[in-house]
């Protein structure tokens, strides 16, 4: 249990992240750039738009690593200071300790789409940079391929799309939403999303685990004609017309086979 | 050449590099920042902290890309952008053009030691990164390992220790300042650095190639007793002491074998 010991946490915005963190029940929360603030030899390229400590609490040994979301602009000091404490739970102490703290992740998704025409790298660019700078370092301080193997296994934990976990929770809280509502319990769910690897795949996984899972892939994000659609059972335009597909074709009829669009 | 058409030039601090973009002769040098304030859609991670560009000259499709220092602080935005440009040269008509722009980089050093105790990243790892995630973006964009690979070929550029130009770029700077002052011709050259991946291997790969170099390296910095030297001649504690090692054991007597400090 990571709640009593003190945790480092990273992403953006900070306030938000502190505020999730505290709302997760992690009491001794540490944002990474309020580590930075108290150490701020850790990154000699940062500048003066470094945001002072929140809580100036000298927490110094972390029991974990919580990405909450993605580090953004702070993509530079979260490779650099989460490496050291990967390395190290106290990098101030020693610089290489014998076992790594576990890491988790909330989110895998290299992509995701926002304002610009093309798609954008998300919090998975981060886990992928994150592992492997992490992993050269380990091979300059002289540790095996087998030994990096060995540090990192079981302690490197990603969460989010397009996990089974992840489904199911969403199945969960559609549950009670319809019990709090009066309304039938749901006998089928839909997956309505723009990104193939997490959205149709989260809703493919879950129908390999035996749930009642179908894809509706909307062509307003990441998806572009000719991707690989993974295992959508339909490609559609607009959200709205996912709702009259799904209306249509799908209610409580268990899984449908895959249609070309 | 590169000279006349405009090229993307990433590195921190900006004022430092576009002046050294502008003294090399790239006079349509656009640094990542000023093409970001731009367009600042490109990075919906982007604060306000973004500075506006210097030169508003609407340049938008770049013959190569020079990282000509660390991003530093600028981390994310020149992992997006610079991929942005490795996709296509005008990011902002295409997606994916069929040809990578060159890319150059001024130096692959995965660590490098400051202030703080513990060796930090510098711009290998930068390098690293970039790779990673511009042939992930690929790979999403539906290209093949083999057309990833031939799409970088030749284009993707590393200078600096410890490559072989680079020190005889540093005998011919030495051999200019002998010159000047009427002194001797050297005849032997010593690389005094505390870094045996850049520092020692460049004197060993220099030797490689038939020119007169050792390594001598000291106890300042990255290397912590231990570690591979790299085929450093000599391991000592301070720069004084590789001076006098050097003065006692090195002048003009040719390669010296390696020797336990």
Redesign the interface.
């Known amino acids: 249990d990571l709640k009593p010991p003190p945790v480092l946490v990273g992403g ?1 915005p900070l306030d938000k992240v502190r505020h999730v963190a505290k709302a997760m029940g992690f009491e001794k929360a540490v944002h990474l750039m309020d580590y930075l603030a108290r ?1 701020p ?7 003066d ?1 470094r945001k002072g400590p929140q809580d100036p609490k000298d927490w110094e040994t972390f029991a974990g690593v919580l990405v909450v979301a ?7 000091p979260a ?2 200071l989460v ?2 404490v990967l ?1 190290s739970p106290n ?2 102490a020693a ?1 290489l300790a014998p076992e790594q703290v576990p890491i988790y992740f909330s989110n895998n998704d ?2 995701w789409k ?8 998300g919090q998975g ?1 981060y886990v ?2 994150l592992r ?2 992490y992993e ?2 380990l091979a ?1 301080l ?1 540790l095996s391929e087998e030994e990096i193997a060995a540090r990192t296994s079981g302690r490197w934990n990603i969460y989010g799309k397009p996990e089974v976990p992840q489904q199911m929770l969403a199945e969960k809280r559609l549950m009670i939403t319809a019990a709090a509502k009066g309304d039938a319990v749901p006998a089928h769910f839909y997956m309505v999303g723009d990104n193939p ?1 997490s959205d149709m795949q989260g809703a493919f996984n879950a129908r390999g685990a035996g749930r009642p899972w179908d894809g509706v892939l909307v062509r307003t994000g990441v998806y572009q004609d ?3 659609t993974a295992h959508a059972s339909v490609v559609v335009d607009s959200v709205a017309e996912a709702v009259e597909w799904i209306l249509e074709h799908g209610i409580n009829e268990g899984h449908i086979p895959a249609e070309k669009s």
């Open positions: 953006e150490h030899e850790m990154d000699p390229f940062g500048t738009k993605d580090p953004g602009d702070q993509f530079w490779l650099q490496t050291d390395l990098p101030q610089e290299l992509l926002e304002a610009f025409a093309h798609s954008r790298f660019a992928a940079t492997l700078l050269k370092r300059a002289g690897r000719g991707d690989d």
